[in-house]
């Protein structure tokens, strides 16, 4: 049973991904690190800093906190020969860096993204991609996500179009030739993959990829209706990794 | 048992008609009329144009032709004292005056869109609007469509603006505050509905209505899988008209 | 500016709408009424029972007790002629006669759905009803609930069958010759309507209703995420009623 | 450019496929074999049985006839070396073992389902499987399907069910435990998969796998609409043999 140290362990993600990492019974969770005190432990012992964490107590630190916690964390892990598994997103390079030499050491997974679901829908998005015509994204979020298109549907959409690139395929071209109003058709990305974004209060994040061919469609669909859908894929990176120097840039190759 | 003639009733949209009309079993075919052929008569006699036409045989024409042989079915209804009902779109200024003139003379119904799926999905979208923040429209058409977005959908969003702004609220604003590509968030139309217009072979005519408020969404599709989809539409129009002079302008009012 | 005290008002949903309805800026929370303490006052005083609470400070009472909690609420509505909105659920016939009693002195709503979503729904659902052929319903749920089907397809599937009825149409037949495994052709309800009950972690409440006729389909699709979406409901029927008596079961009137 | 005869070639899906294939552009159609006389010759000869067929002139023989077709089609491919693709299913024993007899002599490839959309969802269901609590298929087909559930939907559950047992998980239990109405949980499958037929007019054959797990669902729908979609599967097929003698069960393995 490998024992987790939980970097940003008081706020929401952190606290989810303690409960969660608990519940498989694959996990003990040894620490919550944090500036702030959590509001449930899980069993762990709470650590203001890295400073206060018993180095022997853990296998594998896992980084949901920030940019700044994250290069405490890799050096930590570093100098103390544990894995480091990174969801914390927006490193400068300068940070990335910091990480980047942390797996020269030990094993870090970085991923921007642990929802298996939505891996999974990017891969199998990409194996479709030559057998079909066309394919457009409609990516449908909560009214309070400032960005548009999704970084999700803008990924998925440059996997599809080097699938079909490498199938030898051409870059789509938009079929409408009349347009009667700007923006109808979407967003034009990567090969002339189309994203069209949504956006109403009541939704959470969903995506739908749609192939189109003579006579038939394939839509791979992924709904994400609460962030314990990163315990998963947190689990598995952190089953992937110990001490062994090793980066793992997403968990794609761990599915 | 009303008997109709068809005029354009040698085209797919005219046999479509002819067959799912008899089969209703409230309807007779008394005539085809069409410069060409028709491929099946159903019952009816053949009539190149309405010369050939015995007016006694007839109480409503049915017109899915092209805007010059409205004119002529308009002259003969309104000169033989039948009903008319026009599927026939494109009509010029000139050519729906005609029709407007028949109109004081007989029962007319003239709509561009003879689906009740269709025609309900607008009545329901309009009620459902005043109680949501958002509402968005996804119409889905096969890659031979020219145009975008589509006349429907765009028809709903003026039924929807209309029916915001009659309960006192305001235009929608949208949310998204950063745009990292032009085109996602859609075309923007009447009181702020954004339309969202996908194109893939396979696909054949949807769409889908999507409401949002805090906690819950609303979505009204409709599937359009074939035109044998109008018969309905069609039939509940030749039965609301006779002689009498009358306009029905749309289907919406006989639902 | 009605005052509302909230009857359970320590629960989630009593938490809920307290937060909800305060922020609609029409209502003010007068009181919280619960013997456990609440989290959060939303400006309201706290009432361990009804005892306590100033009765001239207080417009109409939102019951989302309990059965017991209800006989309360109505009695103390009756002696201080105050509306009452009830949506608590699993009401014994006897406390249920204590309700309708009050209805006779004061202003009562009584609704087991106060999402206005789903009440559209089956709105719709009652009115799409006599212009398709077949229509069987779909309902989603996560994997924690007991029952199958839900009450609220049960509901939907009675409107659909009373609105075909009314119009003239026999009950659905299923066309299905050969069952090759039970069950897959779902529940048989009212009039033939098919419900299926599906059940997935990480799903919450959606149903979607399936009409079908030659060519086309409709579907009504409703989603719940979250239980803020009763605050609307409760809004309309807090709106609807004063201490004139009156009893509205269901909140489909006053939509 | 290989040479193709289609046998049953005068029938819709003969017709469709010598169309379809004729132009992709890398297929001529050499024959088209049936006892009745095609509509449409698509370049080729017609001959009323293999009796008339130049061999020379043909390289692969498609077969979408009967099962005593099957049998002629093997029989002489087998003489005179060429390769057979075969669509045609309802096979007794008797004529399967020539088919078997056949691919010791020449390539034959044998599928019951030739669109490619199929094929990868049921491909994606089984990689998926591992991944998620749950799983539960709707198929979604026209109301003059004699059958349910479909042969497709089975054959998917089968694959999910080996995945899931191949990947040590247990068969699925129906959370249910109050079951109102009999039938609404669907048909219980291999594994454990629920299988729920919705049967409508209007309707074509569509399909949707749906996997859930903590806090997030990914759905794999393929919609057919249309016998068009089977032409690039028998491409495929096509493309894969030759005379080299080979049996190739199912298109899986082709793309």
């Given at each position: 049973?490998?024992?987790l140290?939980?970097?940003?362990g008081?706020?929401?993600?952190?606290?989810?991904?303690?409960?969660?990492?608990?519940?498989?019974?694959r996990?003990?969770?040894?620490a919550?690190?944090?500036?702030?005190?959590?509001?449930?432990?899980?069993?762990?012992?709470?650590?203001?800093?890295?400073?206060?964490v018993d180095?022997?107590?853990?296998?594998?630190?896992i980084?949901?906190?920030?940019?700044?916690g994250?290069?405490?964390a890799?050096r930590?892990?570093?100098?103390?020969?544990?894995?480091?598994?990174?969801?914390?997103?927006?490193?400068?390079?300068?940070?990335?860096?910091?990480?980047?030499e942390?797996?020269?050491?030990?094993g870090?997974?970085i991923?921007?993204?642990?929802?298996?679901?939505a891996?999974?829908?990017?891969?199998?998005?990409?194996?479709?991609?030559?057998?079909?015509?066309?394919?457009?994204?409609?990516?449908?979020?909560?009214?309070?996500?400032?960005?548009?298109?999704?970084?999700?549907s803008i990924?998925?959409?440059?996997?599809?179009?080097?699938?079909?690139?490498?199938?030898?395929?051409?870059?789509?071209?938009?079929?409408?030739?009349?347009?009667?109003?700007?923006?109808a058709?979407?967003?034009?990305?990567?090969?002339?993959?189309k994203i069209?974004?949504v956006?109403?209060?009541?939704?959470?994040?969903?995506?739908?990829?749609?192939f189109?061919?003579p006579?038939?469609?394939?839509?791979?669909?992924?709904d994400s209706?609460?962030?314990?859908s990163?315990v998963?894929?947190?689990?598995l990176?952190?089953d992937?990794?110990?001490a062994?120097?090793r980066?793992?840039?997403?968990?794609?190759?761990?599915?």
């Amino acid at each position: 049973m490998k024992a987790l140290a939980i970097n940003g362990g008081a706020g929401r993600m952190g606290q989810t991904l303690a409960g969660g990492l608990s519940a498989l019974g694959r996990f003990s969770i040894g620490a919550l690190v944090d500036a702030r005190e959590p509001h449930e432990l899980f069993g762990a012992s709470y650590a203001s800093s890295f400073d206060e964490v018993d180095a022997d107590s853990i296998d594998v630190v896992i980084d949901f906190s920030s940019p700044e916690g994250v290069v405490a964390a890799a050096r930590w892990c570093a100098d103390n020969a544990k894995g480091l598994v990174i969801g914390t997103t927006g490193l400068t390079n300068e940070q990335r860096r910091v990480v980047d030499e942390a797996a020269t050491k030990v094993g870090v997974v970085i991923a921007a993204n642990y929802s298996v679901g939505a891996v999974l829908s990017e891969k199998f998005a990409a194996l479709a991609a030559p057998y079909f015509d066309r394919v457009e994204i409609i990516e449908l979020h909560h009214d309070k996500k400032v960005d548009a298109p999704s970084g999700t549907s803008i990924a998925a959409a440059k996997g599809i179009a080097a699938a079909r690139a490498a199938a030898g395929l051409p870059e789509m071209i938009d079929p409408t030739l009349r347009h009667t109003l700007s923006g109808a058709r979407g967003a034009d990305t990567f090969g002339g993959v189309k994203i069209h974004s949504v956006r109403l209060p009541g939704l959470v994040a969903h995506q739908e990829i749609l192939f189109g061919g003579p006579g038939e469609g394939l839509t791979i669909r992924h709904d994400s209706f609460d962030r314990v859908s990163f315990v998963q894929g947190v689990a598995l990176a952190a089953d992937a990794i110990d001490a062994t120097p090793r980066l793992i840039d997403g968990i794609e190759s761990l599915i």
